[in-house]
């Protein structure tokens, strides 16, 4: 069965430093990796995906994020934070070979970034 | 991108009460709904799934019958918490998946807080 280790709950750190969100996957078999983001009391948005190819990713808002398949990691990172980029961060792992399959999702690590 | 919305945000109602909560996909046929449920500071719990057309698959442990989902349609779906009771508060999330979309690539609603007195 898959599984999905959000190794840090919280992770404090001042605006512009950078960052980054640690994910580790328990899987058999070829994976889609994602990194959804929730703000408060809202839903969740894709940051990036991995499906096949280049194991570097970029996202949204200066998200990138590098799958190891060695190290089963698909850790994000940013170069630079800003305070709008305080929110939960979601890694996520679904089987590309079961269509309408479900999502697993991560514990969430919570980043907060201080001025 | 895609929109899903979910209505109602927020929503306070007396035990025993069954609330409805909806689901929609606004430019796009979601083949594909999950509701999950959050509980605070925690990750997402998947409820069910659910297919248009066809009865829920709901996870283990969910109750079917306090739980009802319907997919009526390729753009809504809906979740009705039936005789809500002060344990069922929590934040409920539904995502939707596109047809010939990627596994795993899901939209999500807004989220709709449950608050039973």
């Known amino acids: 069965a898959q599984s999905v280790t959000q190794l840090d709950s919280q992770v404090p750190v001042f605006e512009e430093a950078p960052v980054e969100l640690r994910c580790n996957y328990s899987?058999?078999?070829?994976?889609?990796l994602f990194w959804y983001v929730q703000y408060p009391n809202q839903g969740l948005q894709l940051l990036l995906k991995?499906?096949?190819?280049?194991?570097l990713v970029k996202g949204i808002n200066g998200f990138e994020a590098e799958f190891n398949k060695s190290q089963t990691s698909f850790h994000l990172r940013k170069p630079s934070v800003h305070i709008s980029d305080t929110a939960e961060y979601f890694c996520?792992?679904?089987?590309?070979?079961?269509?309408?399959?479900?999502?697993?999702f991560g514990q969430g690590t919570e980043l907060s970034v201080k001025p | 991108g895609a929109v899903v919305s979910q209505h109602p945000s927020r929503v306070i109602c007396k035990s025993g009460t069954s609330v409805k909560i909806e689901c929609r996909s606004l430019?796009?046929?979601?083949?594909?709904m999950f509701w999950y449920r959050q509980f605070p500071k925690q990750s997402l719990m998947l409820m069910a799934t659910?297919?248009?057309?066809?009865?829920?698959?709901?996870e283990q442990g969910v109750e079917k019958d306090k739980f009802l989902i319907n997919h009526a349609s390729l753009t809504l779906s809906t979740l009705t918490v039936t005789s809500a009771h002060p344990e069922d508060s929590s934040f409920y999330i539904c995502?939707?998946?596109?047809?010939?979309?990627?596994?795993?690539?899901?939209?999500f609603g807004e989220g709709s807080r449950l608050t039973v007195l």
């Open positions: 995502s939707a998946q596109g047809q010939g979309a990627v596994t795993g690539e899901l939209f």
């Open positions: 899987s058999s078999v070829s994976v889609y």
């Open positions: 991995y499906l096949s190819g280049s194991t």
């Open positions: 996520a792992v679904s089987d590309p070979y079961n269509q309408g399959g479900k999502l697993i």
């Open positions: 430019d796009f046929q979601a083949t594909t």
């Open positions: 659910s297919n248009e057309g066809s009865k829920a698959t709901y």
